[in-house]
Nanobody, 129 residues
Framework: QVQLVESGGGLVQPGGSLRLSCAAS????????IGWFRQAPGKEREGVSCISSISSDSNTYTADSVKGRFTISRDNAKNTLYLRMSSLKPEDTAVYYC????????????????????WGQGTQVTVSS
């Protein structure tokens, strides 16, 4: 059974940092496309950063809105996906989800189309003073 469990969200001041974790079970992380998505109140879900599987060279895509501030990484030994977020802004406030897909090969396609077969329950990130 595929499961994705996010953690690490919380309240942080503007300019602060957080690291989100997504513990995966029921499948091997590096053999799937996997990514982080977010949804703010009243807005559509958007792809933040995605990694393709190792069979697709583990290509990484990061949205322009967070490029240079957010870093996605994968610990295959722990079967865990991370999102390191720094220089946080109030507009980064959202529920953050991790997701996995076993068919898609492009990290950019996964993020841009917000396409995935499996989703976690989400973790709230609030950036406010």
């Amino acid at each position: 059974q595929v499961q994705l469990v996010e953690s690490g969200g919380g309240l942080v001041q503007p300019g602060g940092s957080l690291r989100l974790s997504c513990a995966a079970s029921g499948f091997t992380l590096d053999y799937s496309a996997i990514g982080w998505f977010r949804q703010a109140p009243g807005k559509e879900r958007e792809g933040v950063s995605c990694i393709s599987s190792i069979s697709s060279d583990s290509n990484t895509y990061t949205a322009d809105s967070v490029k240079g501030r957010f870093t996605i990484s994968r610990d295959n030994a722990k079967n865990t996906l991370y999102l390191r977020m720094s220089s946080l802004k109030p507009e980064d406030t959202a529920v953050y989800y991790c997701a996995a897909d076993f068919a898609i090969t492009s990290s950019q396609s996964m993020c841009v189309m917000t396409r995935a077969d499996y989703w976690g329950q989400g973790t709230q990130v609030t950036v406010s003073s």
